[in-house]
């Protein structure tokens, strides 16, 4: 199993939590290489000091100095997620005999062959099982059949997670199935172009990861056309290159930025919409850089979000502070870009987007953006100034059906 490539602690004890971390030597080896990273950071640190009085000189001066405190940010933050994987802790126990041997013959009966099952302990008291297991024939098999099966073995809803490989075939592979979470959501979107425009300068994200955890990724690039859309498709790759490899939201953030800063193409700042959903615990984060309103929609009406950030690469630095809210069955976020809300014709936009948004009946997300999208082009007299983006995430309690 991939575990044995780790560090385990004594495996004689049966019954006890068992350990799988970073083997001394890779350990040693990390953690020399994060202090490089945490010292070349340290070395491009420091306060500005100006010097003379040449204007020119000092410009230049200054642009170097930012450029510095760029990299001072980015190699920390590398040093940081080395630390992290260095000092990383698995754990699991090993499943009783009996159900062990139970599963492997129900597996097996149905052509899968199951060599290794652990359990793997989560927070908030979740399961997860750890199986490393191939096909008896040459078919390959969903991952997922397999989860349905251990589902109704062990009495627990099981999906595959998102990690792991989406077939099962003659090559053994260690799968990780993880509690459904309590919450399900569906997203929908509708979007126009900007009149005389091929393409739409708004684009957008949805990653889901292995922890229960949905990020929704939201830009609108700098005017309209092909390089508007490049500047918003910039923006969202990076981010979700680094968010998938570790990086912290606030950290992801900054440092594309940064790369926007040190371009400084005055015409280019993209706008930035996260809304980040923990599925297990109901938990919704959004963080803005100059986006537009966030709405919530709930059984006790219309809830307007809105933070007054600068859209990216205007200042070195980008402060984004995330709102928190508790979501519950049948809420519904709707995320958008500028272009839908301006085209109200009305001194508060907001109000009357809120407005629009509390009177619709509609159920289903792509139905909810579709209907407040042909309002908005309605009430905008059939003109299209701007792209409009929409995008509305439903929210339902996991009934376990799915």
């Not at 499943?95 to 099952?117: F, L, P, Q």
């Not at 989860?147 to 109704?152: C, H, Q």
Request: hydrophobic residues 40%; charged residues 30%; glycine residues 8%.
């Amino acid at each position: 199993m991939v575990l044995d490539r780790w560090k385990t602690q004594d495996r004689e004890r049966e019954g006890e939590p068992r350990i799988v971390q970073v083997p001394d030597l890779c350990k040693k080896r990390l953690l020399g290489y994060a202090e490089t990273f945490q010292e070349l950071a340290r070395s491009f640190g420091g306060g500005f000091e100006a010097s003379g009085e040449d204007r020119q000189a000092l410009l230049e001066a200054r642009r170097v100095w930012e450029n510095r405190q760029v990299l001072e940010s980015n190699f920390s933050e590398v040093a940081h997620i080395m630390t992290q994987v260095a000092d990383e802790v698995f754990r699991y126990e090993p499943m009783e005999e009996k159900s062990r041997r139970h599963i492997v013959h129900a597996m097996r009966e149905e052509g899968i062959v199951v060599e290794e099952i652990c359990y793997l302990p989560q927070t908030d008291n979740r399961r997860a099982v750890g199986v490393t297991m191939y096909t008896r024939r040459k078919n390959r098999r969903p991952s997922q059949e397999a989860a349905d099966m251990l589902s109704v073995l062990l009495d627990t809803h099981l999906q595959i997670s998102a990690a792991s490989p989406y077939f099962i075939d003659q090559e053994a592979r260690s799968f990780i199935l993880v509690e459904e979470p309590r919450f399900i959501v569906l997203s929908g979107f509708s979007r126009a172009v900007k009149e005389n425009e091929a393409v739409s300068g708004d684009n957008y994200a949805v990653i889901e990861s292995e922890k229960g955890r949905m990020t929704v990724l939201l830009s609108d690039g700098t005017g309209s056309g092909e390089e508007a859309c490049q500047g918003s498709e910039r923006v969202l790759d990076l981010m979700e290159k680094m968010l998938e490899a570790g990086y912290r939201m606030e950290a992801a953030a900054n440092m594309v930025n940064a790369a926007l800063f040190a371009r400084g193409e005055e015409q280019n700042h993209p706008t930035l919409d996260v809304c980040d959903l923990d599925l297990y615990r109901g938990e919704c984060s959004i963080w803005k850089a100059g986006g537009a309103s966030t709405f919530l929609k709930t059984e006790e009406g219309v809830e307007e979000i809105q933070v007054g950030n600068l859209p990216l690469g205007i200042f070195r630095t980008v402060e984004m502070e995330p709102v928190h809210r508790q979501l519950q069955d049948g809420d519904y976020l709707v995320m958008m870009t500028d272009g839908a809300l301006d085209a109200l014709a009305e001194n508060n936009c907001e109000e009357a987007m809120r407005r629009a948004i509390s009177e619709v009946r509609e159920q289903n997300p792509k139905e909810i953006a579709e209907k407040l999208l042909q309002m908005v082009i309605r009430l905008s007299g059939g003109h299209i100034t701007d792209d409009m983006t929409i995008l509305v995430i439903g929210v339902w309690e996991n009934s376990g059906i799915t």
